[in-house]
């Protein structure tokens, strides 16, 4: 298995110790193998997607657009 190091703010760091009985490993390998899942399940979804990055930009905006309209009644 690959070792892995990263940074975290000093107010996690704390908290983190100060629960030492979590294997703190295996809630971030969990975090990633879920993270993974997600990318994995959008990728396959995006091979199947005739969008362009312009599309979808332009979907975006008017749905901002609309939501903006929406909350200002």
Same mark, same amino acid.
């Not at 703010?9 to 990633?32: C, G, M, N, T, Y």
């Given at each position: 298995?690959?070792n892995m190091t990263l940074s975290i703010?000093?107010?996690? @760091? %704390?908290?983190? %110790?100060? /629960?030492?009985?979590? %294997?703190?490993?295996?809630? !971030?390998?969990?975090?990633?193998e879920k993270k993974v899942k997600e990318? @994995? ?14 599309? !979808?930009?332009?979907?975006? @905006?008017?749905?901002? /657009?609309?939501?903006? %309209?929406r909350f200002r009644r």
């Open positions: 298995m690959t703010p000093e107010e996690l @760091h %704390k908290e983190i %110790k100060a /629960h030492s009985e979590i %294997k703190w490993s295996d809630v !971030a390998r969990q975090a990633f990318l @994995h399940w959008i990728d396959t979804l995006l091979e199947k997607s005739t969008l362009t990055e312009e599309d !979808a930009e332009r979907i975006g @905006h008017q749905i901002k /657009h609309e939501m903006n %309209k």
